[in-house]
T-cell receptor, first 113, second 114 residues
Framework: GDSVTQMEGPVTLSEEAFLTINCTYTATGYPSLFWYVQYPGEGLQLLLK?????DKGSNKGFEATYRKETTSFHLEKGSVQVSDSAVYFCALSDQDTGNQFYFGTGTSLTVIP | DGGITQSPKYLFRKEGQNVTLSCEQN?????MYWYRQDPGQGLRLIYYSQIVNDFQKGDIAEGYSVSREKKESFPLTVTSAQKNPTAFYLC?????????????FGPGTRLTVT
């Protein structure tokens, strides 16, 4: 079945450091891929998405490229800020499995000044 | 402002009581979803609805019930049959239930059952 695997946390970085959060997926069809962010005590907010292979999603300095050959959708940011501290979820939606969303377990990021 | 509202933000109940969590959206979205979030486990789908008066079970529907009488509303009832109901519950909606359409989430309700 479909699934998403993302790197275990927690991740702690200094301000202005480079961020990578790895995400790989398994899907029966051709999924759309998403990154969501969750701040403490809140719901999830869409950060970026990509709907086909080689698409790059980007928002607020974050980027992720849909790599079909490696079934990956890694999240990157060149210079993190304290305000980026949150939990990040990778997710996929696949028409072959009824368009349900499958979420990774989340990666907690803490950025220290 | 368009969005999804969930109420209340915190809910406390005694074991053996049913409790209903509210979810309302004014985005004119057709599809609505309920998820449960536990620490370290990501989100798990409880129920979803793609159209009024129709809904389907997700991965962990046992002990929960829903209704979809209006497009804007998708309340979730946590029944006494749910063995471990304490969790953070998230409601979401999407324009249609298709892969390229993202889901929009409400702020969540934290339910504590003692």
């Amino acid at each position: 079945g479909d699934s998403v695997t993302q790197m275990e946390g927690p991740v702690t970085l200094s301000e202005e450091a480079f961020l990578t959060i790895n995400c790989t997926y398994t899907a029966t069809g051709y999924p759309s891929l998403f990154w969501y962010v969750q701040y403490p005590g809140e719901g999830l907010q869409l950060l970026l998405k990509a709907t086909k292979a080689d698409d790059k999603g980007s928002n607020k300095g974050f980027e992720a490229t849909y790599r079909k050959e490696t079934t990956s959708f890694h999240l990157e940011k060149g210079s993190v800020q304290v305000s980026d501290s949150a939990v990040y979820f990778c997710a996929l939606s696949d028409q072959d499995t009824g368009n349900q969303f499958y979420f990774g377990t989340g990666t907690s990021l803490t950025v220290i000044p | 402002d368009g969005g999804i509202t969930q109420s209340p933000k915190y809910l406390f109940r005694k074991e053996g009581q049913n409790v209903t969590l509210s979810c309302e959206q004014n985005l004119n979205h057709d599809a609505m979803y309920w998820y449960r979030q536990d620490p370290g486990q990501g989100l798990r789908l409880i129920y979803y609805s793609q159209i009024v008066n129709d809904f389907q079970k997700g991965d962990i529907a046992e002990g929960y019930s829903v209704s979809r009488e209006k497009k804007e509303s998708f309340p979730l009832t946590v029944t006494s049959a749910q063995k471990n109901p304490t969790a953070f519950y998230l409601c979401a909606s999407s324009l249609v239930s298709l892969p390229r359409y993202e889901q929009y989430f409400g702020p969540g309700t934290r339910l504590t059952v003692t």
